[in-house]
């Protein structure tokens, strides 16, 4: 009963905010919805993935690699459908479920596995898993982002965490000789980067680009300081807990940045945007390794340090999974060899030699191919040395719910509407107040 009781209210909340969404997924979602042989030749399956790889050129590189799976098996076609950003895609993707069109193989953070679970929308993977072949080659870092209650619910498409990029000629600009560690320096440099020629109050370089809004990735370039003050969102029992001092203190020492006129906010939900940082109007952008093909093609100057430490170093383990839908026995089937695909080590460090991604496959992370790039490509291995301490965002359930709340507490804090403390309560109190009902 509870499920269903849930059920109608999802389907309540679909007519009555994203009825224009749903008809243009009845749209998409057809392609997944429709006999698998109905546009292909006979004998071929026919399987969609819904994706949101960003940037553009990231794309590129994964079609390549899909034309190269589908060629290698004739009897499979995959289709790869991109459906937006983060933000853009959870309410198409609640609108396939509850229009019986979801796609085969969704791409996503494997934060939403708890919500997936509850809908009973997704095949669960233990017993194929406990049978692939290729298990012993995925790193165990990555359990936590594939297991709920004992049970195997996706697997990583691959990984990643944020650190720091930087323009190495602006830094010798401003006469800075050494990197920051600690926050401190951190807001030191941004001030000392932060140019005012004119002295209209409007910088023409900012040190430092903070990401804004409510979406998921404003709250993961944000989680790694949250933890580094020694915060957590939810507590041992899963609950959340958003109004915790470490919490309260990262968000307030983001909004000191934005007080003191040294840090350019993103646009709403577009923190991963790189054209200030590649223009040259912000000299520091905390991103991921994903954004190497863009800035290898942008011909700037970049480097990258790690994030710098409030009360202990932290990051967060990024990166999405492949979620198999349930449909029928033979598209299910393609789907899981399709995801055997991705975690070979072939794709894997095809993938990551091509965009700065981290392999999940140990044997890529080791081959001499990937070792010869991380000797080309220096960056990597800072992302690669905070692995160490990398930690996964809970896959529980409500995890949306929470990261939307956090994300609007940041959102107005540094917007300068209320102080941490007060959008963290209301934040708390928005979360257990949706959480009964």
């Known amino acids: 009963m509870k499920f269903i009781e849930r059920l109608e209210g ?42 949101g790889i960003n940037p553009p050129e990231n794309r590129e590189i994964f079609n390549r690699l899909l034309a190269e799976f589908n060629q290698a098996n004739p009897e499979i076609e995959v289709e790869a459908l991109y459906i937006g950003q983060p933000d853009e895609q959870l309410p198409k993707i609640i609108a396939a479920i509850v229009g019986n069109q979801p796609p085969d193989i969704l791409w996503y953070v494997p934060q939403l596995t708890g919500k997936l679970v509850e809908l009973q929308a997704i095949k669960p993977l233990q017993d194929w898993w406990n049978n692939s072949p290729i298990k012993d080659e995925i790193d165990p870092v990555m359990l936590p982002t594939m297991e709920l209650e004992g049970n195997i619910w996706s697997v990583p498409f691959a990984t990643n965490n ?18 920051p560690t600690s926050w401190e320096e951190f807001k030191q440099v941004a001030k000392q980067l932060t140019k005012d020629t004119n ?30 003050a020694n915060g957590e969102i939810v507590n041992a029992n899963n609950q959340p807990t958003l109004t915790n001092p470490g919490v309260e203190k990262a968000l307030s020492l983001g909004r000191e940045l934005v ?42 100057d970049y480097d990258v340090f790690p994030l710098p430490v409030i009360e202990k170093p932290a990051t967060v383990l990024g990166g999405e999974s492949l979620f198999v839908f349930k449909t029928t026995p033979e598209r299910e089937k393609a789907a899981l060899k399709f995801l055997q695909y991705i ?37 990597i291995k800072v992302f690669l040395e905070q692995m160490k301490y990398a930690k996964s965002r809970p896959i529980i359930a409500n995890y949306p719910l929470i990261s939307e709340n956090l994300g609007r507490a940041i959102e107005s804090v540094l917007l300068g509407k209320m102080s941490a403390k007060q959008a963290l309560e209301e934040a708390q109190k928005r979360v257990s107040l949706e959480s009964k009902t």
């Open 343 to 379: 975690l070979s080590e072939d794709f894997q460090k095809k993938w990551a030699i091509s965009t700065g991604y981290l392999p999940i496959n140990i044997k890529a992370q080791k081959s001499p191919e990937y070792q010869q790039f991380l000797t080309e490509k220096p960056v």
């Open 10 to 51: 999802i389907k309540i909340l679909i007519f009555k905010r994203i009825i224009p969404l749903f008809c243009c997924l009845i749209i998409l979602g057809g392609c997944a919805g429709t006999s698998p042989n109905a546009e292909g030749n006979k004998g071929v399956t026919k399987i969609v993935l819904w994706h």
């Open 259 to 300: 007080e003191e006129k040294v840090a350019l906010l993103s646009a709403p939900d577009r923190g991963y945007e790189l054209d200030n940082f590649i223009a040259g109007k912000v000299a520091m952008q905390i991103t991921g390794p994903w954004t190497l093909a863009q800035l290898n093609q942008s011909g700037i």
């Open 199 to 228: 002295n209209d109050g409007i910088a023409e370089q900012n040190g430092v680009l903070l990401a804004v809004g409510k979406g998921e990735f404003t709250v993961f370039v944000w989680l790694p300081f949250i933890f580094s």
């Open 162 to 179: 944020t650190a720091v990029f930087y323009r190495p000629s602006l830094f010798k600009e401003a006469g800075i000789t050494k990197l």
